[in-house]
Every structure is written in C-alpha cells, then in structure tokens.
C-alpha cells in the first residue's frame, strides 16, 4: 500500500522524510494554523527512528521532574560544554537546552505522543555537570492497530533485535523475564502471557501490534500525522528542490510538483548509505575496512545533495562523523546479512574484546559509541577494523551473545551458520579466529586475576553508574566484571556499524539552511540527522540524536508559522 500525489498540489510547508525530526516539524507547523504535507521516498515511513530505541535526550524534562530527580540549567550546559569541546554552538545548545522540555509537554499535551521515565545515566556521569538519572525519556509502548490501514506502511523494527517479530522495552527490564523463563515461575508466566498475545496479533495483523522503543515513538507520531489528516505520501522521492528569484518553493517529485509557500524542510536521515561519502569520512573504509550499518538503506544523503545543489553546506568537520556502532553479521538466509547491533552483550560480566592482536582495547562497559570509536583508533593503520567478543561456556548460555540466545535456545544454528565460533581451549579458539593464541591466553589470564575480586585494573569496567546500568545487578561483586574460565570458548566478530551520521547541514538555530559564507538559503530548512549535530561528534547519553531532531523539528516548525520564541 503506498500513497503518491495525484498531481500537483500546494502547501505552506513540504517535509522530506518520515522520521521523527520530519513528522515533528509537520505536526508542529500543522498544530500552528499550516497546510503540510511529508514526502517518504521508501513504501513505509518512520525512518530510522522505527529502528531505534525511541530514547529522548531531554534535560529538565517533566518526568525527572516529577520524580524529584535533580538538575539544572547550569549542569546540563556544562556538560554541553565538557562532551562538545571545540564544537560548543552556545545558540543552538541553549535552544535545545531551554525548549526541550516546553517540547516534551506539548508534544504529550496536543498529540498522542507519550513519554516514560527511565533509569538511563549519562554515558559519562562522572564528567563535570553528568548526572545518574533523569534526562533520558522514551516513548511509551502503543498499539499500532489503531493505525488502521496504515499499519501496513510502518516501517517494521529492526529484525535483529526482536524476537520472533516481538519487542522488547529499550530500558531491559522485560528481556529479563525471558533470560529467566526456565529459573523462574514468575517469568515464565510473563514470557507465556506475551506470547500468546504476540501470536494472537502475528495471526489476526501479519505483525505484532504492541510495539515499544522507536517503532511505539514512530507510530505515535504517525497517529498524529493521521488524525490532523496531513497526507504522507510513500514510494515518493524528492528528486529537485524548486527555486524562483533565489527562494526554494517546493519540490519535485515523479509526476508532479508540490509548491511551498513557506518553506520546504529536508529530514531523509542523514548519509549513512552514501557509500561515495562514507568512503572519505570514515576512517575504517578509506583503510579497506568494512562497515555494516543497521539504519534503514535510504537514508543515501538524498537530502543533503538537494541542499549542496542549490549552494547548501554539510562539510564532514567532526572527529567522529557518525554515532558508531559495534555490529555483527547475521546470516538471514538465501545470501541476505542482517546487522546485529550490541547494545546490551558487552556490559555483561564474563565478556571481553580484545583485537586480532589478542589484546583487549577498551572498557568494554562504555557506550557503543564510545567502543565503536576506541576500536576505529585501535586498528589505524590496519587494513580490517574489527574486534571479537570472547566468553565462556556458562556465560554464554545465561546472557546470550550477539544474536545468539541464552539458554534454553540452542546453540547450532549460530555455530554452523559460523555467526559464532567455539573452541574446547582458549588456544583452538584462537585458531579458529585467527586471532594470536598466546596473546589471547595471556589476555584472559590477566583480566581472570582482577575479575576473580570483581576487578579490572586494565580498563575500570563498573566503575561508572552507566557501566553498571545495563550490567548483571545479581553479579557481585561488580556487575560487569567476571572470569572467563569454563570451556568451551566462544567468539564472535564485530565491526563497525551507525546509528546514523553526525555531521550535516549547516542550519541557524531555526533550521535554515545555510550556504558557507553563513548566508541562509530562504525557504530552505533541516532536521533530524540532516541537519549538523550539536552534539559536535560526541555522544554524551542515551537519546541525544532524538531528543535534538523532536525539539527542533518543534523549534523549527514554529518559525515557519512566524513564532519566534
């Protein structure tokens, strides 16, 4: 099912992209008196928000503060400041910093967009003005049955990390119930209960309708999008902006133009397929690496090369250009390779990385980014750019690795599919990996003698509130660090993948699109990941490409209905 104009049509503003930066601006222009339309190249939307964890980077929000979680203005800019270094845009972050949680009211007073508290930390608490808990939110589950026949355009969430096509809350605290279906009576009446439920909706929709994470984030957006009846158009590239007397005026697409009489506003996600581009910006690739990114594969840069094409500037300028991603490669069957992005395995005691080399590299416990980056710097001047993941017997089997389940879902299939490797020692592990043996026995020796007592003098893993967050709470004395040391061992590769690029369209805090000398582009504007992140290459915590691209898309879209505060 897909949706194109039928011809030529006018409006105040045309969005380009369904992601949640897209479908925000929309929602916010629309609720302020605008005509809108969204043009989606591909047959569903959500974009990459319908893939990730539907997390929202917001300080001060309503949720800490009802909870009585203390912050402050003062804080989160220090921190800003700290996390950003050379790349500090006071204007913008102030924006963010002041307007985010005016967003978050809004958003869940006018529309069906609601939020949840959750227990994230900042990925680096212990950084001046870092704080343990508060300024991350996420959207709250919702059944997307109530979208009707537009159900069949959501954009389904990422194979890999569901379960037999069910998800799982962002925040862990379910995927616990199944860990423990076999030890536990409580958990296996939970896992029992979900799914049934689950299969009740596979038979009667052809998918589970209970969604969590982004794809619940998407979804209530979209029902917004609906219930104001602004058309969203699928299967509907943007092939050429229009520009008359040096103002952008719509856009093309196949068959027809739409006008926009106040401004057109490109959010397609950013250039993480843009492989002529990735090519230059990562480091990893322009070496002959590899690199597997999870985001949805139209999200090409369609968006920023209409803005370059009418004078726009999106340099590559930050240390890291993308929020990198350890990923491994999923056998998906008939050729085809999914990404498994580890996002929870490296936090548990009893895992290590360590490189070819058969050294470790990194504190493991640290954010995806952080790894993902450590591990970009640890293999310059190699050719490959990967890491392996190495646990024991009983580690495997009671946390699962990759996309490899705990116990009890066998082990075969990821075995011989060679997802994983096993060896009887630490030796014929190394064999099979290509991996040095005798740097990798003395690895394991070395982090045993610390991980015995619940140490790891190497690296510090547990030593943060957010090391610890998505750890083993039950494994004392630290709930990241544990020996390996019953065989069989295992391993399992990972390279680099994103969650999506970092630099972008240079924009005013408005979102105008801006040429290089600053000058901006009248009628032009962007958000979400087209858009360059405040976050200048970093990634100080859970949700900080969200909460930006949903509080600009509100800033923005309240500037082209003439709202200037």
């Known amino acids: 099912m897909s949706q194109r104009p039928s011809g030529n049509e006018s409006y105040d503003v045309v969005v380009i ?211 104001l009846g602004i058309p969203l158009y699928t299967d509907t590239p943007a092939e050429e902006l229009i520009v008359k007397d040096g103002r952008v005026t719509g856009v093309r697409v196949p068959g027809a133009r739409l006008s926009a009489s106040k401004g057109v506003v490109i959010a397609t996600g950013g250039f993480a397929h843009d492989m002529a581009k990735l090519q230059k910006a990562y480091p990893h690739l322009a070496r002959g690496g590899e690199h597997l990114s999870p985001v949805p594969e139209g999200n090409t840069g369609d968006g920023i090369r209409l803005a370059e094409q009418i004078g726009g500037h999106a340099p590559i300028e930050f240390n890291d250009t993308s929020a990198w991603m350890p990923v491994s490669r999923v056998p998906m069957g008939r050729g085809r390779v999914g990404a498994f992005p580890h996002l929870l395995d490296r936090y548990k005691p009893g895992i290590i990385a360590v490189l070819r080399s058969g050294k470790r590299f990194t504190n493991e416990s640290e954010s995806y980014h952080d790894v993902g980056a450590a591990l970009v710097r640890a293999c310059d001047g190699q050719t490959e750019t990967a890491a392996w993941l190495i646990c024991d017997h009983p580690t495997i089997r009671k946390y699962g690795l990759g996309f490899a389940k705990p116990a009890p879902v066998p082990l075969g299939k990821y075995l011989s599919s060679g997802y994983i490797q096993k060896g009887s020692t630490l030796a014929e592990l190394a064999a099979a990996t290509g991996i040095d043996a005798a740097a990798l026995e003395a690895t394991v020796t070395a982090y045993n003698r610390g991980a015995e007592h619940g140490e790891d003098p190497e690296f510090g893993r547990g030593r943060t509130s957010f090391n610890r967050y998505l750890a083993d709470p039950e494994h004392k004395p630290n709930p990241c660090v544990g020996p390996i040391r019953r065989g069989p061992f295992y391993a399992l590769k990972i390279v680099m993948g994103d969650l999506g690029t970092f630099d972008g369209l240079r924009t005013t805090v408005q979102g105008q699109v801006q040429r290089a000398d600053g000058s901006p582009i009248e009628g032009l504007f962007a958000v979400g990941n087209d858009r360059a992140s405040i976050m200048g290459g970093n990634y100080p915590g859970a949700g900080i490409t969200l909460g930006p691209a949903m509080t600009f898309g509100y800033i923005t879209g309240r500037h082209l209905a003439g709202i200037s505060a």
């Open 17 to 227: 992209g369904s992601g949640a930066g897209g479908m925000s601006t929309a929602i916010t222009a629309k609720k302020h008196g605008l005509s809108v339309a969204i043009i989606e190249k591909e047959p569903v939307f959500g974009g990459t928000t319908a893939f990730s964890g539907g997390v929202l980077w917001i300080p001060l929000n309503k949720h800490a503060k009802a909870a009585g979680i203390a912050d402050s203005r003062a804080d989160a800019i220090t921190y800003m400041k700290e996390e950003t270094g050379n790349f500090y845009a006071a204007d913008a972050v102030e924006a963010f910093i002041d307007t985010g949680p005016e967003m978050v009211e809004w958003f869940e007073r006018e529309t069906a967009v609601k939020f949840v508290p959750t227990l994230y930390p900042d990925y680096h608490p212990d950084v001046p003005g870092g704080v343990d808990v508060g300024r991350s939110i996420l959207a709250a589950p919702f059944n997307t049955s109530t979208l009707g026949e537009n159900l069949k355009r959501l954009r389904p969430p990422l194979a890999t990390i569901t379960f037999m096509g069910m998800m799982f809350n962002s925040s862990n605290a379910d995927i616990k119930h199944f860990f423990n279906a076999t030890k536990s009576a409580t958990s296996f009446a939970y896992v029992t209960r979900r799914m049934i439920k689950h299969f009740a909706e596979m038979a009667r929709y052809g998918r589970g309708v209970q969604v969590t994470s982004g794809n619940a984030l998407a979804a209530r957006l979209a029902k917004t999008v609906f219930d």
